[in-house]
């Protein structure tokens, strides 16, 4: 009997290589094999990080299991982390919980899929309010 596995294949790169900015050429960059299930590591996903600073943008492409080898990326990454969730990164401070100029989002529907430019924050806080708005609204007159 002879088992097969496939483990996903991430971009790994930062914006400061050549090839590597909000359009990615797949012609410089190439894929790279994240560590997946069959190497004990579970589940995986693809990662793009949008950091912003000032006016510039910088991005960060790589596999979710090597970012977790980083005491910066652990600290910082989102609890929630699924297929196409895009979300601000963690601080360790009570009164401002999330930096909103650092995003992660996570994809793992297709080999290389932190390529994709259009791979962005979803905004969930004006529909929670709106939600939360109309139940009071609804249950206060």
């Known amino acids: 009997m002879v088992v097969v596995a496939v ?14 900015g909000k359009e990615l050429n797949i012609r ?8 997946g299930m069959e190497d004990g590591a579970g589940e995986n996903f693809c990662v793009k990080i949008i950091k912003k600073v000032g006016s510039e943008e910088f ?7 090597t970012l977790r080898d980083y005491t910066y990326h652990r600290r910082q990454m989102p609890t929630v982390q699924r297929h196409g969730y895009c979300s601000a990164a963690r601080t360790n ?14 994809c793992n529907d297709w080999n290389g899929c932190n390529s994709a430019p259009g791979l962005a924050r979803r905004s969930w806080l004006p529909v929670s309010l ?8 609804r249950f206060c007159v």
Do not use: N
Not at 130 to 137: K, Q, R
């Open 59 to 65: 991005l960060t492409r790589e596999c979710l299991r």
């Open 130 to 137: 709106a939600m939360v708005g109309s139940l009071l609204a």
């Open 93 to 106: 401070d009570p009164f401002h919980r999330y930096d909103e100029s650092t995003i992660y989002c996570f």
């Open 28 to 35: 410089i960059q190439r894929w790279k094999h994240c560590k």
């Open 7 to 20: 483990s996903l294949k991430c971009y790994s790169c930062q914006s400061s290589q050549p090839g590597c």
